[in-house]
């Protein structure tokens, strides 16, 4: 009886994943997970043909820079492969801390934290931070890893209309009569819509209300502010900001995500949070990997130009062709085409083409929405816009 008990249970369990009807339609159309056979810089190989990869975050273009490689592989054959375990228990490296405190002066904080994965990061910053009984109030748009830390925290959650510090302000006032710890959870620059944060509204209504503020700068590190400080330092307003998180796998060329507080934040950090405490240490390579790059960014500037270069000259492509970039103001680019029936056969034709993108379909994006992800990094080539432009033009053609 036991053992029939057990494998029905079981079989509830298989029947889900094998029923699922997104994962069926992921294998029908195979948009994802493709295997590429080799990569050098923004040429990839894909199936014997050579694409352009237009769908990375490699913004400054640092993950081919001799430099970044060249301090991977000092890492690995100084430390070896992996300190294969939590910081808490076999203890940091010099490597890390020196990593953290390059990173916490780089940004203006006290201290920082780094983690193997960005996802890490930034569901720590709110998981630690947050608890059962605050009120956090949160952009619509936010990041999947930004609601895991909200949903982890038990906090109750208020969602105000992307990036509207009108509609923050409503939501904050009707929550003003509870003297709850307050949070707002916002990104700097929004992962599929490139906007940037309306940070000097928002910042002044939370400090109205005393909101502790959380912000992740995945996708503006590297990209805005002074040398890539970030969106923080592009409008001015360090001291506005309690905690940055954010990414090493963009900008910074790299794998991994980090924390930037007060000290005392990134000590609490250290003891309560969960993804902090109990996850294995950044590896070596990729801590030394991320430090030669935020060195790079700081030393060669024509990185940073070469991308805002090219992500004007990739806008004006788009607009010519009447494309809907959904208001992007920075090298994160969609274009909007409103459904997934629309979405298939540009990426289809683009790929075609030889130019490879990735489709973002509702719910991973509002209803209306669905659009072809792009982001431009600063080793694209001239020739390679070009080729971009024609492809671009085929798939409209497509439409
Ligand atoms: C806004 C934002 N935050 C966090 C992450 C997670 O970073 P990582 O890919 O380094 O885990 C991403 C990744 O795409 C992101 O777009």
Not at 277 to 303: D, G, N, T, W
């Amino acid at each position: 009886m036991a053992l029939s008990f057990f494998s029905k249970s079981k079989k509830a369990v298989q029947n889900r994943f094998r029923d699922d009807y997104a994962t069926k339609m992921r294998l029908k159309y195979d948009p994802y997970y493709h295997a590429m056979e080799s990569q050098h810089g923004t040429n990839v190989r894909l199936h014997g043909r050579d694409m352009i990869m237009l769908s990375s975050n490699d913004y400054l273009g640092l993950s081919f820079h001799p430099k970044v490689i060249e301090a991977g592989r000092a890492a690995l054959l100084k430390w070896g492969t992996s300190t294969t375990g939590a910081r808490i228990s076999n203890g940091s490296r010099a490597f890390h801390i020196e990593l953290e405190e390059k990173l916490a002066h780089f940004l203006g904080r006290e201290a920082c934290h780094v983690h193997s994965a960005g996802y890490l990061s930034c569901i720590s910053s709110v998981a630690a931070f947050a608890q059962k009984g605050d009120i956090i109030f949160a952009d619509k748009n936010i990041h999947s890893c930004l609601w895991e830390g909200i949903q982890l925290s038990r906090a109750t959650v208020e969602r105000f209309s992307h990036n509207s510090p009108d509609d923050f302000r409503e939501v904050a006032a009707a929550a003003s009569t509870s003297d709850a710890p307050k949070l707002l959870v916002i990104e700097g620059v929004y992962s599929m819509e490139g906007h940037i944060a309306r940070l000097p509204e928002l910042t002044e209504i939370a400090e109205d209300h005393n909101c502790f503020t959380i912000l992740d700068d995945a996708h503006g590190f590297g990209v805005l502010g002074r040398h890539g400080r970030g969106t923080v330092d592009h409008f001015g307003l360090s001291d506005k900001v309690d905690v940055i998180c954010g990414s090493l796998s963009k900008s910074l060329a790299s794998t991994g995500g980090f924390i930037a507080a007060s000290r005392e934040a990134i000590e609490y950090l250290r003891t309560t949070g969960k993804q902090t405490v109990f996850s294995a240490a950044i590896s070596p390579a990729s801590a030394a990997c991320a430090q030669a790059s935020l060195e790079i960014m700081q030393k060669e500037r024509e990185h940073h130009d070469r991308l805002w270069a090219n992500t004007k000259k990739y806008r004006a492509i788009l607009k010519n062709l009447g494309l809907d970039t959904w208001g992007s103001e920075t090298p994160a680019t969609p274009i909007v085409l409103g459904s997934k029936e629309r979405v298939y056969p540009f990426w289809k034709a683009l790929l075609e083409k030889g130019v490879f993108t990735v489709m973002s379909i509702a719910p991973a994006v509002p209803i209306g929405k669905d659009l072809i992800r792009t982001a431009i990094s600063a080793m694209h080539t001239d020739e390679q816009l070009d080729k971009i432009a024609d492809a671009m033009a085929y798939a409209v053609k497509k439409l």
